[in-house]
Nanobody, 124 residues
Framework: VQLQASGGGLVQAGDSLRLSCAAS????????MAWFRQSPGKERDFVAV????????YYASSVKGRFTVSRDDNKNTVCLQMNSLKPEDTAVYYC??????????????????WGQGTQVTVSS
């Protein structure tokens, strides 16, 4: 599966942004889908994951209550709605796909497929 992330941009603190990840090559419903992010000089961190059916989600504590992950398998798309953005949310955001649909994983090594990343910058 090929993944293409989009929707990043420059916003002010408190604003909202919606990221999208379009999957091609194989239907996204066969995968658990996740978002990770990486700030300059830091490791790539887990943000959110949604299981293949869309019935289970899990979030990093830093974004819980502000971010919402969803999927539309008719459109082969996974979205990350980000509200109440903070400067510390500034990062390159990546979507990823996991063929193992039996667990919700938060580590990079569990994800076989990655998108190219989209930059999110939040100014104070």
């Amino acid at each position: 599966v090929q993944l293409q992330a989009s929707g990043g941009g420059l916003v002010q603190a408190g604003d909202s942004l919606r990221l999208s990840c379009a999957a091609s090559g194989r239907t996204s419903s066969a995968y658990n889908m996740a978002w990770f992010r990486q700030s300059p000089g830091k490791e790539r961190d887990f943000v959110a994951v949604i299981n293949s059916s869309g019935g289970r989600t899990y979030y990093a504590s830093s974004v819980k209550g502000r971010f919402t992950v969803s999927r539309d398998d008719n459109k082969n798309t996974v979205c990350l709605q980000m509200n109440s953005l903070k400067p510390e949310d500034t990062a390159v955001y990546y979507c990823a796909a996991d063929r193992d649909v039996y667990g919700l994983y938060t580590t990079e090594r569990n994800y076989e497929y990655w998108g190219q990343g989209t930059q999110v910058t939040v100014s104070s």
